[in-house]
C-alpha cells in the first residue's frame, strides 16, 4: 500500500482542480460528491498504509518514495519524494479522516451559498498542500505545503469577500504569516549552509555528528520555531487566529485541528533531532507553549462571541503541544494533537450548528434554552466540553495528563503546574460557554424558540460521529497505569528516539495517581465554579467584573494586544510605505519623467531654431 501513497495527495489535488475549474457549471451536488468523495479516498489509502505499517516489523517501518525528480541545478538535485513512517501515517490518517467528516458537514452548512464549488475546491486544496507538508522527505517539498495551507487560509478566511471584514481577516493571517515563514525560511538555508543538504534523513544523521548546543545550532531550532509560532498561532503571532472566526465554522474547524495550525507543531516534532542538540530551544519551546497556553485561556474567561471563545481556546490548547514538545515528550504532544483534532473539530462544527440555527448571531448573551431545541447538537457539544476540559475516561484527559506527568517527570515543574491551572481555566470557560448557550431562557431576539430546528443529518452525522471519537479517540494512548498499552506512544517511539540520555524522574504509581487526582479536583473546580455563576447566581459574574473592574477591562479587551500592534506596527509601516511612495512615485519617478520630457523639448526646439 505504500506504493501508492502519492494517491493521498493525488485524490484531493484532482478534486480541487475538477471543483476550482469546473465547479461553476456544475450542479451543487455534483460539487459536493467530487469534493467529499476526494477526501474520502484519500482516507481509505491512509488506513491502509497505516495498517500495512503496523504489520511491519520496527526496522522497516520507514520508507522514501520517489516520485520524480523536481529541481536540478548541476549537482543539486531535489526529488518530489515522500517519507512514510510512524509520525506521517499518524497524520495523515488524522488530517483525511477528520477533514472528510468536516466535507461531509459542509454540504449541509453551506448549502446554498454562491461560492459553493469555490469553497470545495479551496478545502480540497488545503487538505493536499497539509498532506503534502506532513508527507514531504525534505524541507523544499515540506515548504510548498507549508506556504500552501497559509494561502488556503487566506482563501478561506476570505471567502466570503465581499464584507471588507472578512476579507480583513484573511489578510491579516495571511501576513502574519508570512512574518513566521520568514523565520522558519532563513532556518532551513542555514541548514544547507551547514549541512549541504535538505533532506529530513540525511540532515539528522549529519546533525548526529555536530556539536550540541552551539550557536549554528540554537539558531537553527529558534529559526524553525519563529515559523511554527506564526503557523500555530502562539505568543507573539496569535492575532490572526482570533480575526479568523470571520470564515465559515467548518473552515475553522478544518484549518484549527487538520491543516494549517497543526503544521506548527508537526514541523518541531519532525524536526526534534535538532532541537534535541539545542537543549536552550526546548526551553523557549516550553516557556513559550505555558505562557501561550495561560494568556489565551484568561481571554476565553470572558469573551461573549462563541466563536472567539474556542479561538481562544484552540491557542491555549496548541500550547500544551508546545509544552509537551519543551518537555522532550513528542509523542504526549502528538498524542494530544490527535485527540484535539477530534473535540476541537466537534466544537467548531457545533458551533457552525448554532450559529445555522440562529441565522448567523454568535454572542452567547443572546442565547440559551438550545439544549431541548437542538438536541444533537448539545449532546455532542458536552462531549466535546468533557473532553477538551479533561474530565476522566474522554480522550482530552488522557492526552493531558500524559502531558502534563512528562512534565514532570522530566523535571519541568513549571509545565505540569502551568498546563494544571490551565486546565481549570480551560473547564470553567467551557462550561460557562456550554451553560449560556444551552441553558436558561432565550435571550435573543432574531429567532424565536419554536422556529429554532436542529441541522440537517448532513451536519449532524459528522458531529455524532466526532462524538464517538472524542469519547474514545484517547484509548489508542491510555498508559499502562490506567490499564491501557500506551499503542500510539510505542507506535511512535523509534521515530522519537534521541541518541542522548535523557533525564527522567521516576515515581511510584501511588504518586502518579495523586498527579492525576489534582488535575481533575482542579478541573471539578473549574466546572463547579461555572454552574455557582452562571446556573445557581446568575448575578455573580456581574458583581465580580464590578469588583475587579480593571482586570475584567484588560481581559475583555483581549490585553489591548492588537490595539499596540496597530500604533507600534500597522500604523508606522502604512504611513511608512506611503511616505516612500510619494517620495518614489511622486518624488523620483515623477521628477524623472518630466525631466527627461523637458529635456526632449529643449533638444527639439533647439534643432528647431538651428534649420529656421
Given at each position: 500500500?505504500?506504493?501508492?501513497?502519492?494517491?493521498?495527495?493525488?485524490?484531493?489535488?484532482?478534486?480541487?482542480?475538477v471543483?476550482?475549474?469546473?465547479?461553476?457549471k456544475l450542479s451543487?451536488?455534483?460539487v459536493g460528491?467530487?469534493?467529499?468523495?476526494?477526501i474520502?479516498?484519500?482516507?481509505l489509502?491512509?488506513?491502509?498504509?497505516?495498517?500495512?505499517?503496523?504489520g511491519l516489523?520496527?526496522?522497516?517501518?520507514?520508507?522514501?518514495?520517489?516520485?520524480?525528480t523536481?529541481?536540478?541545478?548541476?549537482?543539486?538535485?531535489?526529488?518530489?519524494?515522500l517519507?512514510v513512517d510512524?509520525?506521517?501515517?499518524?497524520?495523515?490518517?488524522?488530517?483525511?479522516?477528520v477533514?472528510?467528516?468536516?466535507?461531509i458537514?459542509s454540504l449541509?452548512?453551506?448549502?446554498?451559498d454562491?461560492?459553493?464549488?469555490?469553497?470545495?475546491a479551496?478545502?480540497?486544496?488545503?487538505v493536499?498542500?497539509?498532506l503534502?507538508?506532513?508527507?514531504?522527505?525534505?524541507?523544499?517539498?515540506?515548504?510548498?505545503?507549508?506556504?500552501?495551507?497559509?494561502?488556503?487560509s487566506?482563501?478561506?478566511?476570505?471567502l466570503?469577500?465581499?464584507?471588507?471584514?472578512?476579507?480583513?481577516?484573511?489578510?491579516?493571517?495571511?501576513i502574519v504569516?508570512?512574518?513566521?515563514?520568514?523565520?522558519?525560511?532563513?532556518?532551513?538555508l542555514?541548514?544547507f549552509?551547514?549541512?549541504?543538504?535538505?533532506?529530513?534523513?540525511a540532515?539528522f544523521?549529519?546533525?548526529g555528528s555536530y556539536?550540541g548546543?552551539?550557536?549554528?545550532?540554537?539558531a537553527i531550532?529558534l529559526l524553525?520555531?519563529?515559523?511554527a509560532v506564526?503557523?500555530?498561532?502562539?505568543?507573539p503571532?496569535?492575532?490572526w487566529?482570533?480575526d479568523?472566526?470571520?470564515?465559515?465554522?467548518?473552515?475553522?474547524?478544518?484549518?484549527?485541528t487538520?491543516?494549517m495550525?497543526p503544521?506548527?507543531?508537526y514541523?518541531?516534532?519532525?524536526?526534534?533531532?535538532?532541537?534535541?542538540?539545542?537543549?536552550v530551544?526546548?526551553?523557549?519551546?516550553?516557556?513559550?507553549g505555558?505562557?501561550?497556553?495561560?494568556y489565551a485561556?484568561?481571554i476565553a474567561l470572558?469573551?461573549?462571541?462563541?466563536r472567539?471563545v474556542l479561538?481562544?481556546a484552540?491557542?491555549?490548547q496548541l500550547?500544551?503541544m508546545?509544552?509537551?514538545c519543551?518537555?522532550?515528550a513528542?509523542?504526549?504532544g502528538?498524542?494530544?494533537?490527535?485527540?484535539y483534532?477530534?473535540f476541537?473539530a466537534l466544537?467548531?462544527l457545533?458551533v457552525?450548528?448554532i450559529i445555522h440555527?440562529l441565522?448567523g448571531?454568535?454572542?452567547?448573551r443572546q442565547?440559551?434554552?438550545?439544549?431541548?431545541?437542538l438536541p444533537?447538537?448539545?449532546w455532542?457539544?458536552?462531549?466535546a466540553?468533557?473532553?477538551?476540559?479533561g474530565?476522566?475516561?474522554?480522550?482530552g484527559?488522557?492526552?493531558?495528563v500524559e502531558?502534563?506527568?512528562?512534565s514532570?517527570?522530566g523535571?519541568?515543574?513549571y509545565?505540569?503546574a502551568?498546563?494544571?491551572?490551565?486546565?481549570?481555566m480551560t473547564?470553567?470557560?467551557?462550561f460557562?460557554?456550554?451553560?449560556?448557550?444551552f441553558?436558561?431562557?432565550f435571550?435573543?431576539?432574531?429567532k424565536a424558540?419554536e422556529?429554532?430546528?436542529e441541522s440537517?443529518?448532513?451536519?449532524?452525522?459528522?458531529l455524532?460521529?466526532?462524538?464517538?471519537?472524542?469519547l474514545?479517540g484517547?484509548?489508542g494512548?491510555?498508559?499502562?497505569?490506567?490499564?491501557?498499552?500506551?499503542?500510539l506512544?510505542?507506535f511512535?517511539?523509534?521515530?522519537?528516539?534521541?541518541p542522548?540520555v535523557?533525564h527522567r524522574?521516576?515515581?511510584?504509581?501511588?504518586?502518579?495517581f495523586l498527579?492525576?487526582?489534582?488535575?481533575?479536583?482542579?478541573?471539578l473546580?473549574?466546572?463547579?465554579l461555572?454552574?455557582?455563576?452562571?446556573r445557581?447566581?446568575?448575578e455573580?459574574?456581574?458583581k465580580?467584573a464590578s469588583?475587579?473592574?480593571?482586570?475584567?477591562?484588560?481581559?475583555?479587551n483581549?490585553?489591548?494586544?492588537d490595539?499596540?500592534?496597530n500604533?507600534v506596527?500597522?500604523?508606522?509601516?502604512?504611513?511608512?510605505?506611503?511616505?516612500l511612495l510619494?517620495?518614489?512615485?511622486?518624488?523620483?519617478?515623477?521628477?524623472?519623467?518630466?525631466?527627461?520630457?523637458?529635456?526632449?523639448?529643449?533638444i527639439?526646439?533647439?534643432?528647431i531654431?538651428?534649420?529656421?
Amino acid at each position: 500500500m505504500v506504493d501508492y501513497i502519492c494517491l493521498i495527495l493525488l485524490f484531493p489535488l484532482i478534486g480541487a482542480g475538477v471543483n476550482g475549474l469546473f465547479g461553476h457549471k456544475l450542479s451543487e451536488k455534483t460539487v459536493g460528491i467530487i469534493g467529499c468523495s476526494a477526501i474520502g479516498l484519500s482516507f481509505l489509502v491512509a488506513g491502509g498504509v497505516m495498517i500495512q505499517l503496523v504489520g511491519l516489523p520496527l526496522a522497516e517501518r520507514r520508507a522514501e518514495v520517489t516520485l520524480f525528480t523536481w529541481l536540478l541545478a548541476g549537482d543539486f538535485r531535489i526529488p518530489l519524494a515522500l517519507l512514510v513512517d510512524q509520525l506521517s501515517g499518524v497524520m495523515i490518517l488524522v488530517i483525511s479522516g477528520v477533514g472528510f467528516l468536516i466535507h461531509i458537514y459542509s454540504l449541509g452548512y453551506m448549502h446554498g451559498d454562491r461560492g459553493f464549488s469555490r469553497y470545495f475546491a479551496w478545502m480540497n486544496l488545503s487538505v493536499f498542500f497539509m498532506l503534502l507538508l506532513v508527507l514531504g522527505n525534505s524541507f523544499p517539498i515540506s515548504l510548498v505545503g507549508w506556504e500552501g495551507v497559509g494561502l488556503c487560509s487566506y482563501l478561506l478566511i476570505g471567502l466570503w469577500y465581499e464584507d471588507p471584514a472578512k476579507a480583513a481577516a484573511g489578510k491579516k493571517a495571511f501576513i502574519v504569516g508570512r512574518i513566521g515563514d520568514c523565520g522558519l525560511i532563513i532556518g532551513v538555508l542555514l541548514i544547507f549552509a551547514t549541512f549541504k543538504t535538505l533532506n529530513y534523513v540525511a540532515v539528522f544523521e549529519l546533525a548526529g555528528s555536530y556539536p550540541g548546543n552551539s550557536g549554528v545550532m540554537i539558531a537553527i531550532a529558534l529559526l524553525l520555531f519563529v515559523g511554527a509560532v506564526g503557523k500555530s498561532a502562539q505568543l507573539p503571532l496569535y492575532v490572526w487566529l482570533p480575526d479568523a472566526t470571520a470564515g465559515p465554522p467548518p473552515v475553522l474547524a478544518l484549518l484549527t485541528t487538520t491543516t494549517m495550525v497543526p503544521a506548527g507543531v508537526y514541523m518541531v516534532a519532525r524536526t526534534h533531532p535538532l532541537y534535541e542538540l539545542a537543549p536552550v530551544s526546548l526551553t523557549v519551546l516550553l516557556v513559550v507553549g505555558g505562557l501561550t497556553a495561560i494568556y489565551a485561556a484568561s481571554i476565553a474567561l470572558v469573551q461573549n462571541d462563541i466563536r472567539r471563545v474556542l479561538a481562544y481556546a484552540t491557542i491555549s490548547q496548541l500550547g500544551y503541544m508546545f509544552m509537551a514538545c519543551g518537555a522532550g515528550a513528542y509523542a504526549a504532544g502528538i498524542f494530544h494533537l490527535t485527540t484535539y483534532a477530534f473535540f476541537n473539530a466537534l466544537l467548531f462544527l457545533g458551533v457552525g450548528s448554532i450559529i445555522h440555527a440562529l441565522g448567523g448571531d454568535g454572542d452567547i448573551r443572546q442565547m440559551g434554552e438550545l439544549k431541548k431545541h437542538l438536541p444533537i447538537t448539545f449532546w455532542t457539544f458536552l462531549v466535546a466540553a468533557l473532553a477538551i476540559s479533561g474530565i476522566p475516561g474522554f480522550s482530552g484527559f488522557f492526552s493531558k495528563v500524559e502531558i502534563l506527568w512528562k512534565s514532570l517527570s522530566g523535571g519541568h515543574p513549571y509545565g505540569w503546574a502551568v498546563g494544571t491551572v490551565v486546565a481549570g481555566m480551560t473547564s470553567f470557560y467551557m462550561f460557562r460557554l456550554l451553560y449560556l448557550t444551552f441553558y436558561g431562557d432565550f435571550r435573543g431576539k432574531k429567532k424565536a424558540p419554536e422556529h429554532i430546528q436542529e441541522s440537517p443529518p448532513s451536519m449532524g452525522v459528522p458531529l455524532i460521529l466526532l462524538g464517538v471519537l472524542s469519547l474514545f479517540g484517547g484509548l489508542g494512548g491510555l498508559r499502562k497505569l490506567l490499564g491501557g498499552g500506551d499503542w500510539l506512544g510505542r507506535f511512535l517511539a523509534p521515530v522519537f528516539e534521541s541518541p542522548g540520555v535523557r533525564h527522567r524522574v521516576y515515581h511510584t504509581s501511588g504518586f502518579e495517581f495523586l498527579i492525576m487526582g489534582i488535575f481533575v479536583f482542579v478541573v471539578l473546580v473549574g466546572i463547579a465554579l461555572a454552574y455557582l455563576m452562571y446556573r445557581k447566581a446568575p448575578e455573580l459574574p456581574q458583581k465580580a467584573a464590578s469588583k475587579f473592574r480593571l482586570a475584567y477591562h484588560i481581559l475583555y479587551n483581549k490585553y489591548f494586544v492588537d490595539e499596540i500592534y496597530n500604533v507600534v506596527v500597522a500604523q508606522p509601516v502604512v504611513k511608512g510605505s506611503n511616505w516612500l511612495l510619494r517620495w518614489v512615485d511622486d518624488g523620483a519617478i515623477n521628477k524623472s519623467v518630466m525631466l527627461m520630457a523637458s529635456g526632449v523639448v529643449l533638444i527639439l526646439g533647439y534643432f528647431i531654431l538651428q534649420v529656421l
